[in-house]
């Protein structure tokens, strides 16, 4: 019998254990947070309890970081940085069985170099240490920029945010106001892209993803995980005469709830001083919320799949819908081939 000395000397056995890693697409569980970046992160700290009850799973130096559901789900809200806007800065996809050696081989197998900063198609390991609510030997996370910069971050499926290798050592949840809303987990993200074709193909081929429904003919959405999460990628249409081409960001997140009834999240909403939107067209405004109806040409209900979305304190925009919406059709937006 070999032993593990002879085997890791076996000639070319590492460097093809290494590219059969590589070659292997990343076992991704679901959305496991996002990251807000707030003019006032206090206020929005604020804003999220009182509408969610969401209680603070811990905090990482600025940064507070609430809960989602029964966890280890959560949002991660810091104030922003340099006089930037307000925006959902990144996201992190829960990863099963998650090694940093093994993620960063997946990368780099698809064009993701390792770098000191994150960039498009760059990675970024970092350390965090107790100061970081952290482990003591440093708590390792990986992020790395997509094709169009936008940052995605990898970790362990249990990730809270917290100590231990993998960040899934975090004390109890603090007490936090009841809320109006109870939330479940995340539904999805939609994401501007410079090239909608471009990222999905990336996606697919970097974590294994199937299209889970489509909301156009030429505007599938990619399923995240085993139940109905998914990620959309819009854009990439050339741009109307005369106006500049849309920079890539992640336009909104939703999450979703148990018995979804839009005209009683309207009031609770409202209760908490959000406003109807003045305007079908243009700027949303902060505090605001809107209906929107996806009819079927869109994938939606004949008579339309009501979709909630609201603004937060920044202007940041949400969505709220069902636990069993996956993007498809009927009233809930629950039916997916």
């Known amino acids: 019998m070999m032993t593990l000395p002879g085997l890791a000397l076996a000639p070319g056995l590492v460097n093809r254990l290494f590219a059969q890693a590589a070659g292997q697409a990343l076992r991704v569980r679901g959305i496991n947070h996002i990251g807000l970046a707030s003019t006032d992160a206090k206020r929005s700290v604020e804003f999220y309890q009182n509408l969610f009850g969401m209680p603070v799973r811990g905090r990482q130096g600025s940064m507070t970081l609430l809960q989602m559901g029964a966890g280890p789900q959560f949002l991660a809200i810091a104030p922003v940085q340099g006089g930037a806007a307000p925006s959902i800065t990144h996201y992190c996809l829960g990863v099963e069985n998650f090694n940093v050696d093994r993620a960063l081989a997946a990368l780099s197998a698809r064009g993701v170099e390792k770098a000191p900063a994150i960039g498009p198609m760059k990675a970024l390991i970092e350390s965090r240490g107790p100061d970081m609510n952290g482990a003591k030997e440093g708590t390792t996370e990986l992020s790395f920029g997509d094709p169009d910069g936008i940052v995605c971050q990898l970790q362990d ?21 009841k809320g109006l809303l109870a939330l479940k987990d995340y539904s999805h993200l939609t994401i501007f892209s410079s090239d ?48 500049p081409p849309r920079p890539a960001s992640i336009n909104h997140a939703c999450m979703n709830m148990d018995a979804f009834k839009p005209d009683e999240v309207t009031k609770a909403l409202e209760s908490v001083g959000l406003k109807p939107r003045e305007s079908a067209q243009g700027p949303v405004g902060p505090m605001r ?31 709220l819908q069902d636990t069993t919406y996956c993007g498809g059709s009927g009233y809930l937006g629950d039916v997916c081939k």
Not at 157 to 177: D, K, M, N, S
Not at 206 to 218: A, D, K, N, V
Request: glycine share 16%; aromatic share 10%; charged share 15%.
């Open 157 to 177: 499926a249990g990730y809270c945010g917290g100590a231990g290798p993998l960040g899934t050592v975090c004390a109890a949840p603090e007490r936090a106001p």
């Open 289 to 319: 919320h809107y209906i929107s109806m996806r009819m079927e040409n869109r994938g939606g209900a004949p008579d339309g799949t009501p979709e909630l979305y609201f603004t937060d304190p920044d202007g940041l925009l949400m969505q």
């Open 196 to 243: 909608a074709a471009r990222s999905n193909t990336f996606y697919t081929d970097l974590c294994g993803f199937s299209i889970r429904s489509y909301q156009g003919p030429t505007a599938p959405t990619l399923a995240v995980g085993p139940t109905v999460e998914f990620l959309m990628f819009t854009g990439g249409a050339p741009a109307r005469a005369g106006a």
